[in-house]
């Protein structure tokens, strides 16, 4: 976004990593950036009252949602999932982008012009076992962006569903790069090139590849797919771990 030239409002929960984005941001596209800290799992008002205070001033064209939590490890509901987690992800995923977007909506509508991103995954794309908790959640984010591209395509507001499977990212502990797990720099490259052309998208030619086979396999491969997801991730863990230690 700021390589495009545009002005930048960063909300994180984390102050540092604020200051840090930030700071880099100014220096190296030289646009004006301006963050506000906000922990999107408080189910307080006053955290969106804060919000719409901190934003109603400025000219936002531009909404990306993508906070997000997942669980921390690939098992049964009852054991990936503790109840501080339930509320979480549900006030993390869904109520923090629905919120947004009804707050800056609006905005967009009287100037007739907007882009709203909601960042789902591939896997609230389908039933996701194992993952079943954080599969809904994306499922709303998909479903209720598709929908809203819908009701507002016709006032000059693009609502995009991108629906990325997994990244190298903090969420996977930085696991190493690969084709079908690329850092975030080089997804959000690809993801920015099908604003305003597709509305529903993996935002990834690997990724769209992937899920073209997936979404026409029956249930049992996607299982199997996750399965396979899950004994790999264990390994690595199990290898970061030992690493760790050493």
């Known amino acids: 976004m700021a390589a495009k030239k545009l002005n930048l409002i960063l909300i994180s929960r984390d102050p540092g990593l604020l200051m840090e984005l930030a700071r880099d941001t100014t220096n190296e596209f030289h646009v004006r950036t301006v963050t506000v800290q906000a922990d999107f799992s408080s189910d307080k008002k006053s955290l969106y009252d804060m919000l719409d205070s901190r934003l109603q001033c400025f000219d936002i064209v531009l909404l990306v949602n993508n906070v997000g939590t997942s669980h921390d490890t690939i098992d049964r509901f009852h054991v990936n999932t503790p109840d501080s987690l339930v509320s979480r992800m549900i006030h993390v995923n869904m109520m923090s982008m629905a919120k947004m977007t009804q707050m ?27 993952l079943a908790l954080y599969g809904a959640t994306k499922s709303f984010v998909d479903f209720f962006s598709r929908a809203l591209q819908k009701e507002y395509g016709g006032y000059q507001i693009a609502v995009q569903s991108l629906t ?77 771990q030992l690493q760790q230690r050493d």
């Open 164 to 240: 990325p499977y997994t990244l190298s990212t903090n969420m996977v502990k930085n696991a190493p790069p690969t084709t079908l797990l690329p850092p975030a720099d080089t997804y959000v490259c690809s993801a920015l090139s099908t604003v305003g052309i597709a509305s529903r998208t993996h935002g990834y030619l690997p990724h769209s590849i992937l899920g073209a086979i997936l979404d026409r396999s029956p249930s049992c491969v996607r299982l199997l797919c996750i399965k396979l997801f899950q004994y790999r991730a264990s390994k690595f863990m199990t290898r970061l």
């Open 104 to 130: 800056l909506l609006p905005g967009m509508l009287a100037r007739r012009r907007g882009v709203i991103i909601n960042v789902s995954s591939a896997f609230g794309r389908n039933p996701t076992p194992y």
